[in-house]
Nanobody
Framework: QVQLVESGGGLVQAGGSLRLSCAAS??????MAWYRQAPGKEREFVVA????????RYADSVKGRFTISRMHAANTMYLQMNSLKAEDTAVYYC?????????WGQGTQVTVSS
């Protein structure tokens, strides 16, 4: 079982940056990922990282702009988002990879104004 809490979202202008955090507890030596859900759309995969913190895998839409990392000592995963675009506006969630339905948290809202 894994408990996940996302934070760090907010309102930012296009071209700006945000860093999201995902605090994990429980069984955390697993592959992790970020997902997002924009208004009126299905939740989608953003980026994943394996349990050792290597081999990130990015969705094409965020390659070169987003960077995933994790700090095992703090049981925390991060998502550094640069060059944000209006289409990045969504609620961002962390979960294991592949996701487990019972692990979804409240997410954190990211709003990018154009």
């Amino acid at each position: 079982q894994v408990q996940l809490v996302e934070s760090g979202g907010g309102l930012v202008q296009a071209g700006g940056s945000l860093r999201l955090s995902c605090a994990a507890s429980g069984r955390t030596s697993v592959n992790m990922a970020w997902y997002r859900q924009a208004p009126g759309k299905e939740r989608e995969f953003v980026v994943a990282i394996n349990w050792s913190g290597s081999r990130p895998r990015y969705a094409d839409s965020v390659k070169g702009r987003f960077t995933i990392s994790r700090m095992h000592a703090a049981n925390t995963m991060y998502l550094q988002m640069n060059s944000l675009k209006a289409e990045d506006t969504a609620v961002y969630y962390c979960n294991v990879d592949p996701p487990v339905s019972s692990y979804w948290g409240q997410g954190t809202q990211v709003t990018v104004s154009s």
